[in-house]
């Protein structure tokens, strides 16, 4: 991976800390991330760059990464800098929020030490991080984890008496999804953190052969689905990240909309001439895809990708992350890691598996009485006794 983008970025002769490469800039990683080729350099303004976003931008394999805020900014242990920084990719931090308006995409970009030229001026000048300096801001970082833990609780609690009666029985109104879901398990998939490889070993364990879930993916959760092999059966939220394949792949389409009536994925929908539902429903799409199955009568509830560390909350950001803690508390035992669905299932003897083993051993206990002449005198004698 790092030899290809550093190929394609062109590292002059003899300064590795010179990068060439087209400049690729956007407010939102993860719509930059759609249209990012391998050599080019991104410019993104994103603070405290999480997890999901960083390994985005390596999958793209960018020759480096501008970033107009701070990649940490101390306020809590973030890993996602460090990410980058293991794959190779150089990084230029905290160069301001103007660049985004002096660079046009596409533009033969330099990176020099810790300044970005185009066209020959100097668009950005900011902090050039090394792996050793990004340790250092983490270690920093893990220092103030308190204190945004603490605010995340003050933020929860004050969601909660202010927003919890919207959750309430009867405060929903929930549409209807022509995928029967009672009894069953709901496998509900969010872009985050280690979707893909939990995905992979809910296949290899054999769980999603066996239970056949109702698969409910949020946004871009329908690709990785889709990337095993199988059709989603609910897409839920604003259709920013998912792909046209997944949008046109069959699934029932559900619309997240807020409570001032906006519903920022239905015009995408609609000049696709695609039908979708409205769920009109305060917090995340993650959080009213739980409450979607809950309602519709899921026997249980696996989370892929879902958001369930202290540090997933805080990348995610505390205003945004108090519902799910809610969701959750109201769901409780319904709900599961697929971590955890897949080392149970892994160690687990089930039905298939005793049947294989008993026909393995008749099967072995066939054709030892068919090589062995002993045995097949001992059927003759008992044969000729009862004949």
Same mark, same amino acid.
């Given at each position: 991976?790092?030899?290809?983008?550093?190929?394609?970025?062109?590292?002059?002769?003899?300064?590795?800390?010179?990068?060439?490469?087209?400049?690729?800039?956007?407010?939102?990683?993860?719509?930059?991330?759609?249209?990012?080729?391998?050599?080019?350099?991104?410019?993104?303004?994103?603070?405290?760059?999480?997890?999901?976003?960083?390994?985005?931008?390596?999958?793209?394999?960018?020759?480096?990464?501008?970033?107009?805020?701070?990649?940490?900014?101390?306020?809590?242990?973030?890993?996602?800098?460090?990410?980058?920084?293991?794959?190779?990719?150089?990084?230029?931090?905290?160069?301001?929020?103007?660049?985004?308006?002096?660079?046009?995409?596409?533009?033969?970009?330099?990176?020099?030490?810790?300044? =970005?030229?185009?066209?020959?001026?100097?668009?950005?000048?900011?902090?050039?991080?090394?792996?050793?300096?990004?340790?250092?801001?983490?270690?920093?970082?893990?220092?103030?984890?308190?204190?945004?833990?603490?605010?995340?609780?003050?933020?929860?609690?004050?969601?909660?008496?202010?927003?919890?009666?919207?959750?309430?029985?009867?405060?929903?109104?929930?549409?209807?999804?022509?995928?029967?879901?009672?009894?069953?398990?709901?496998?509900?998939?969010?872009?985050?953190?280690?979707?893909?490889?939990?995905?992979?070993?809910?296949?290899?364990?054999?769980?999603?052969?066996?239970?056949?879930?109702?698969?409910?993916?949020?946004?871009?959760?329908?690709?990785?689905?889709?990337? =095993?092999?199988?059709?989603?059966?609910?897409?839920?939220?604003? %259709?920013?990240?998912?792909?046209?394949?997944?949008?046109?792949?069959?699934?029932?389409?559900?619309?997240?909309? %807020?409570?001032?009536?906006?519903?920022?994925?239905?015009?995408?929908?609609?000049?696709?001439?695609?039908?979708?539902?409205? %769920?009109?429903?305060?917090?995340?799409?993650?959080?009213?895809?739980?409450?979607?199955?809950?309602?519709?009568?899921?026997?249980?509830?696996?989370?892929?990708?879902?958001?369930?560390?202290?540090?997933?909350?805080?990348?995610?950001?505390? !205003?945004?992350?108090?519902?799910?803690?809610?969701?959750?508390?109201?769901?409780?035992?319904?709900?599961?890691?697929?971590?955890?669905?897949?080392?149970?299932?892994?160690?687990?003897?089930?039905?298939?598996?005793?049947?294989?083993?008993?026909? !393995?051993?008749?099967?072995?206990?066939?054709?030892?009485?068919?090589?062995?002449?002993?045995?097949?005198?001992?059927?003759? !004698?008992?044969?000729?006794?009862?004949?």
């Amino acid at each position: 991976m790092r030899s290809r983008a550093r190929a394609a970025g062109r590292a002059a002769p003899g300064a590795e800390r010179v990068v060439v490469g087209a400049v690729r800039p956007d407010r939102r990683t993860k719509e930059l991330v759609k249209r990012l080729a391998p050599g080019d350099i991104a410019v993104i303004d994103h603070e405290d760059l999480d997890r999901v976003a960083a390994e985005s931008l390596v999958r793209a394999e960018p020759a480096a990464v501008v970033n107009c805020s701070k990649s940490i900014s101390g306020r809590y242990p973030n890993v996602g800098p460090l990410l980058l920084a293991a794959a190779g990719i150089p990084l230029l931090d905290d160069v301001g929020h103007d660049v985004l308006d002096r660079c046009t995409n596409g533009t033969t970009g330099t990176l020099r030490d810790d300044e =970005l030229v185009v066209d020959g001026v100097v668009v950005a000048h900011g902090t050039r991080h090394t792996l050793e300096t990004l340790e250092a801001a983490y270690g920093h970082a893990e220092q103030n984890v308190g204190a945004a833990l603490e605010a995340f609780v003050s933020n929860t609690v004050e969601y909660i008496s202010r927003e919890a009666h919207l959750f309430m029985p009867g405060q929903l109104t929930f549409p209807d999804v022509d995928v029967d879901m009672a009894g069953r398990h709901a496998l509900i998939v969010v872009r985050g953190a280690d979707y893909r490889e939990d995905l992979m070993l809910l296949r290899q364990t054999g769980y999603l052969g066996e239970k056949r879930p109702v698969l409910i993916c949020v946004d871009g959760g329908a690709d990785a689905i889709i990337e =095993l092999g199988l059709k989603p059966d609910v897409i839920i939220g604003d %259709f920013d990240s998912v792909s046209e394949r997944g949008l046109q792949s069959g699934a029932v389409l559900i619309v997240h909309a %807020f409570a001032d009536g906006r519903a920022p994925g239905a015009p995408r929908l609609e000049a696709l001439g695609l039908a979708y539902e409205r %769920f009109e429903a305060p917090g995340t799409s993650e959080d009213i895809a739980m409450l979607l199955a809950d309602h519709h009568g899921a026997e249980l509830l696996v989370l892929v990708g879902s958001h369930s560390s202290m540090v997933d909350f805080l990348d995610k950001g505390r !205003s945004g992350m108090s519902s799910t803690v809610l969701v959750r508390m109201m769901l409780g035992p319904k709900l599961v890691d697929a971590k955890g669905v897949s080392r149970l299932y892994q160690t687990s003897v089930r039905p298939i598996h005793l049947a294989a083993l008993v026909g !393995s051993a008749c099967l072995t206990l066939a054709i030892f009485a068919i090589v062995s002449e002993p045995v097949r005198l001992l059927f003759r !004698s008992i044969w000729y006794r009862f004949t």
